[in-house]
T-cell receptor, first 118, second 113 residues
Framework: AQTVTQSQPEMSVQEAETVTLSCTYD???????LFWYKQPPSRQMILVIR??????QNATENRFSVNFQKAAKSFSLKISDSQLGDTAMYFC???????????????FGQGTILTVHP | KAGVTQTPRYLIKTRGQQVTLSCSPI?????VSWYQQTPGQGLQFLFE???????NKGNFPGRFSGRQFSNSRSEMNVSTLELGDSALYLC????????????FGPGTRLTVT
């Protein structure tokens, strides 16, 4: 079974600064996907960024980028130029790439509450 | 395109009752996954449906069941409600057969008293 661990229950950052959220995972799979989802106070889950394990290049989406270290099973999220709207719970998630028991199943970490201060 | 819709948004039920929650996917999305979110257990996968077939199931008791209709709309049912079933129930839909990139609905907040 896969496990995802987010060791930072809460973090805070000043507006316009950079913050990094940590995530580690445990799996025996070689092919998989990793995700960061954002859940603001409205509770609507929003996909922030996605990484395929076979890709060595780290994914980037505007102000959001990841540091994917496959050997270390680490997947951190960097948010640059933090904005007030980034305040939310952030979840790291894992999905196996193979079929069968992987279909549609995201395994989530416990989440990190990020607060951006003006 | 309209987003994923879930109805009802809020629900209060009594122990022992049953409840049905509905999820309407984004147009063209054929996969629907369901998750339970609680403060204690976090986000847990319930099951996934594709083309009216359950392809994957999480570790939940048989009181939790679901189905998918030919228009890809999905329902989940919880029978004999327990206090511990109080949670936010989220559905997520995906356009692809592998159901990798998931788009979440706003959730149904279920309170069991």
């Amino acid at each position: 079974a896969q496990t995802v661990t987010q060791s930072q229950p809460e973090m805070s950052v000043q507006e316009a600064e950079t913050v990094t959220l940590s995530c580690t995972y445990d799996t025996s799979e070689n092919n998989y996907y990793l995700f960061w989802y954002k859940q603001p106070p409205s509770r609507q889950m929003i996909l922030v960024i996605r990484q395929e394990a076979y890709k060595q290049q780290n994914a980037t989406e505007n102000r959001f980028s990841v540091n994917f270290q496959k050997a270390a099973k680490s997947f951190s999220l960097k948010i640059s130029d933090s904005q007030l709207g980034d305040t939310a719970m952030y979840f790291c998630a894992f999905m196996k790439q193979s079929g069968g028991t992987s279909y549609g199943k995201l395994t989530f970490g416990q989440g990190t509450i990020l607060t951006v201060h003006p | 395109k309209a987003g994923v819709t879930q109805t009802p948004r809020y629900l209060i039920k009594t122990r022992g009752q049953q409840v049905t929650l509905s999820c309407s996917p984004i147009s063209g999305h054929r996969s629907v996954s369901w998750y339970q979110q609680t403060p204690g257990q976090g986000l847990q996968f319930l099951f996934e449906y594709f083309s009216e077939t359950q392809r994957n199931k999480g570790n939940f008791p048989g009181r939790f069941s679901g189905r998918q209709f030919s228009n890809s709309r999905s329902e989940m049912n919880v029978s004999t409600l327990e206090l511990g079933d109080s949670a936010l129930y989220l559905c997520a839909t995906s356009p692809g057969g592998r159901a990798v990139e998931q788009y979440f609905g706003p959730g149904t907040r279920l309170t069991v008293t």
